[in-house]
């Protein structure tokens, strides 16, 4: 079946921007293609818009400035319009497989300009599923000022950190 034409927005509890605890901040970024849509229509109706109980929670789809047609360009900030502004092109990089360092060097710099009130950064991919209450209690139990929390690969083994 078909998402709706609004998907329902993503909940907070408190302003992103000037979250009420700043320890209780996270800002989602979502890796897409300016071409899957319907992906990042499944995410805000699913994980994406469903709040994180006690938390700020800003979830934006993140796209580099380069490496997409002027058509994809125009799609893309209709969709951020209709979508109350969660689509950021970012500027310094380019689409594409050979480029996700730049991207997420570039996600890294957008999170320490905008959002640095922010307690929280959380990188994850429009095919990914959070859960969020596993995630709570992860981020609760956090007590270190910087902390990776993913997949590290390796030549061998994969390593969670």
Not at 96 to 114: D, E, P, R, W
Not at 134 to 160: D, H, P, Q, S
Request: glycine share 6%.
């Amino acid at each position: 079946s078909e998402p709706p034409a609004r998907p329902i927005p993503v909940a907070t509890t408190a302003s992103a921007s000037s979250p009420a605890d700043p320890n209780r901040s996270i800002l989602i970024a979502v890796t897409s293609r300016p071409w899957d849509g319907e992906r990042r229509d499944y995410v805000r109706l699913t994980w994406g818009g469903r709040a994180l109980h006690g938390w700020a929670v800003l979830v934006r789809f993140m796209f580099c400035s380069g490496g997409f047609t002027a058509a994809q360009a125009r799609a893309l900030r209709s969709e951020s319009r209709a979508r109350s502004g969660d689509v950021v092109v970012l500027p310094g990089c380019s689409e594409g497989y050979m480029n996700l360092t730049q991207k997420t060097v570039a996600i890294l710099s957008y999170f320490v300009h905008n959002h640095s009130g922010s307690r929280f950064l959380m990188k994850v991919d429009d095919d990914s599923y959070v859960a969020w209450p596993r995630l709570r209690l992860a981020l609760e139990r956090e007590n270190a000022t910087y902390t990776y929390i993913g997949c590290m690969k390796c030549v061998i083994n994969f390593f969670w950190a």
